[in-house]
């Protein structure tokens, strides 16, 4: 037995697997994030695992999606093999004495991949069976796509990037990347000098046969220089081919034949950056740390001058103005714009409008209903169309006729938006029946695939690609992306700026919809309506205070001369549901910029803008009107919105403090849901009632992820949850109060 370890840990891929360990870390750093993404533990909220274990290509999971996808682990995989190679290989004399070097390294070098490609497919297998539930055949199918993939670029790999024969291009690369020359430039230290050379006793021969190192000679200087520049080359090589794909990819991004799975994308990506971090180590060697300070403070200083900007920006509106004509971000000029008078004349078109409304319902006193949606990623939006179209439905239409106001928080807005879209579509006849269960499909697409695929393909590789959207031109980035996915799910319904409703909506024909987003500068709120709203911007206590409180923003009318009409539905929705990470903080053109995040930082639910709305309309409202409904639709249970805090382990102790309220603000937001439901009902003479419509997993602890992608399992636990006791309930209760 201990002949037989002692044989074992001197096999040359076990030498290589706990050299690894040893030496340059950060090259295991890629295998260690895909292995967590996949397992759930990095980026759980947002999704990532689907991106690996359900690509989708062309809007769904294919054998094609996967042998992309096996395809981009393999370009991994030969990445990783190449730098290593390069930053090894001196430590292995025996190599350049054979006649495949790089071949028969590959070989003993693939111990990490096997494990990876072994967790990778028992885990996807599982997903796709639980999560998508896919048939054993179509997970057959699925993975022999990947495995295919994978197996076609290894044997391209080893026919073209290493093959003995030379052509012009790898010729000319050589002459231009050779090694020699570079580190020529970088001055030699005693520290570059290494000896650590691998004792392997036996390795894996090109015929897969266990062979003793004892019977080849160590290798000439010369030689392993000559097969090092010639591997310096293919890395160059493979970096180059992988960077330009993705930047073809990204420029081609529209097209859906090149809109690879976002996994497959960012794989890529991973390449790309293992080649650099390969060439950081190769040739600064003990210069390393110092070569990385200088890279990060050249991106600051990039970054501080505008080179790059993280940030997005809304589509319709003109950034194309001088300083002195944008609006000044200050309280001074916040005083100015929304005084009383504005205050009163905002109010009094809603008034009018609540009378077209009043006058379009037919009746001397109608129900009037506040729709007020939480956030939540895709299951809210998913959930919050489920609700709306279901008692809409069973009341014959009534909901929507009644409906004045929607008001929310991210993923329950872009479904809250999509809802009023595809009933205004119908009454223009634009399409025939709102309720076809096509619809309630299209807003469980995915959105995620096209964020995190522009991530990888334009953010980080050509932050430079420009697009016109509503005669202006702009950067293309992950969040028109996002835009564009979300345009193409709901068949162009969402395709239109704001602007468009407006005249519908002072009608009484559609309900207001106000999408409103964090200014992360102050935090305050902005309102963004195609109707006047500067009444929502103070409370009404302070109309005759010298300095008062202003805590929102009229978008409209503060972006007054930057076309604030033209901004594009999506872009609002975007900004609404603008989740930290996965998409970009959007800027505003105002002097400070104005930086807005997702509304779900102020507010989750819409509480406080339909408590507003109702209490500076309170007079109308209680001689106009029989009842007064706030429809809460929301993606988890008031009583029990988030888990307890363990504090258990050290870990817990040190760190659970520090994102409390990270981890705990949709809690802390509910409780003071439940604050306004107790006084609000008191100024309109008991005719408020609150009814709430709560998605309620099956199962305890099996809630949908909070992210833009939903799995099929998902999808129908969602659906479902219509019929729970409690929502059963309240739809009984609901249509009492809206009955013809």
């Known amino acids: 037995m201990r002949r037989t370890l002692k044989s074992l840990y001197y096999f040359l891929p076990v030498q290589l697997f706990l050299l690894h360990f040893r030496k340059y870390q950060l090259l295991l750093a890629f295998w260690l994030i895909l292995l967590l993404t996949i397992r759930g533990n990095l980026a759980a909220h947002f999704g990532a695992s689907s991106l690996f274990l359900a690509p989708e290509y062309l809007g769904s999971i294919s054998f094609t999606s996967m042998l992309l996808l096996g395809c981009s682990v393999s370009v991994f995989t030969m990445m990783w093999h190449i730098t290593t190679f390069i930053i090894h290989s001196k430590r292995i004399p025996f190599m350049g004495a054979t006649r495949h070097a790089f071949l028969i390294y590959s070989l003993n070098n693939s111990l990490i991949p096997i494990l990876f490609l072994i967790y990778f497919s028992f885990v996807s297998v599982h997903f796709q069976l639980i999560g998508e539930h896919s048939p054993i055949p179509t997970i057959v199918i699925l993975q022999l796509g990947f495995y295919l993939g994978f197996m076609l ?19 000319l690369l050589t002459r231009i990347a050779n090694p020699a020359r570079i580190r020529g430039i970088i001055p030699y230290d005693s520290l570059d000098y290494e000896i650590d050379i691998i004792p392997a006793s036996t390795f894996l021969n090109g015929r897969f046969q266990i062979e003793e190192t004892a019977n080849w000679q160590p290798y000439h200087p010369r030689v392993m220089g000559t097969i090092l520049r010639r591997h310096h080359r293919n890395v160059i090589f493979a970096t180059i081919v992988a960077y330009f794909l993705l930047l073809i990819m990204g420029i081609y991004i529209e097209n859906p034949y090149l809109r690879i799975p976002a996994g497959a994308g960012f794989l890529l990506l991973f390449s790309i950056m293992m080649g650099i971090v390969g060439a950081f180590k190769y040739f600064l060697k003990s210069w390393e740390a110092i070569g990385w300070v200088i890279f990060v403070v050249l991106l600051g200083v990039l970054v501080n001058y505008q080179v790059f900007d993280l940030r997005s920006i809304a589509f319709g509106l003109n950034y194309h103005q001088p300083a002195d004509q944008k609006p000044k971000y200050d309280y001074v000029y916040l005083r100015h714009l929304f005084n009383k008078n504005k205050f009163e004349a905002d109010k009094n078109s809603e008034l009018e409008r609540l009378k077209n409304w009043k006058a379009h319902t037919g009746k001397d006193k109608p129900p009037l209903i506040i729709v007020s949606v939480s956030g939540g990623g895709s299951r809210s939006a998913y959930w919050t169309l489920r609700s709306l179209q279901y008692v809409d ?20 807005m872009i479904g809250a938006a999509y809802w009023r879209s595809l009933h205004d579509a119908a009454q223009q006849g634009i399409i025939k029946d709102p309720y076809l269960k096509k619809y309630q499909d299209n807003q469980g ?3 995620l695939n096209a964020i995190i695929f522009s991530f990888a393909s334009v953010d980080m590789i050509s932050p430079f690609n420009k697009i016109n959207v509503g005669g202006y031109s702009y950067t293309r980035d992950r969040g028109y992306a996002m835009e564009q996915e979300m345009i193409t799910n709901t068949e162009g319904l969402l395709d239109k700026n704001i602007g468009y409703f407006r005249q519908r909506e002072h009608e009484g024909v559609i309900p207001q919809v106000i999408v409103s987003g964090t200014i992360v500068n102050d935090g305050r709120k902005l309102l963004i309506s195609a109707q006047p709203v500067s009444y929502l911007t103070r409370p009404v206590y302070s109309l005759h205070d010298p300095f008062p409180p202003i805590d929102a923003v009229d978008f409209a009318a503060f972006f007054e001369k930057q076309d604030p009409y033209n901004l594009r539905l999506t872009s609002a929705l975007r900004m609404n549901a603008t989740f930290p990470v996965v998409l970009p903080v959007v800027k505003m053109p105002s002097e400070p910029v104005m930086n807005i995040m997702d509304a779900g930082l102020s507010d989750n639910f819409g509480a406080t803008m339909a408590a507003r709305y109702l209490y500076v309309l309170r007079d109308w409202i209680k001689q106009n009107t029989s009842n007064v409904i706030v429809l809460e639709i929301r993606d988890t249970q008031e009583f029990d919105v988030c888990s ?7 870990g817990a102790m040190l760190f659970a403090p520090l994102f409390t309220i990270q981890d705990k603000w949709e809690g802390f937001q509910s409780y003071s849901f439940g604050n306004i439901k107790e006084y609000a009902p008191s100024f309109l003479d008991g005719k408020l009632r609150f009814i709430k419509m709560v998605y309620v997993p099956k199962a305890p602890n099996k809630m949908a992820e909070l992210n833009f992608h939903l799995t099929q399992t998902e999808k129908e636990d969602i659906y479902q949850s219509i019929q729970n006791a409690d929502n059963v309930a309240a739809i009984d209760t609901l249509m009492k109060l809206v009955k013809p």
């Open 153 to 171: 670029v290894i044997l391209f790999s080893f026919m073209y990037f290493f093959r003995v024969s030379r052509d012009f291009f790898k010729t």
């Open 393 to 412: 439905s069973a009341s014959g239409g009534n909901l929507f006729k009644n409906t004045v106001l929607v008001t929310g928080a991210s993923g329950g």
């Open 445 to 447: 697409k995915d959105l």
């Open 644 to 650: 307890n805090s363990d504090q258990s382990s050290l």
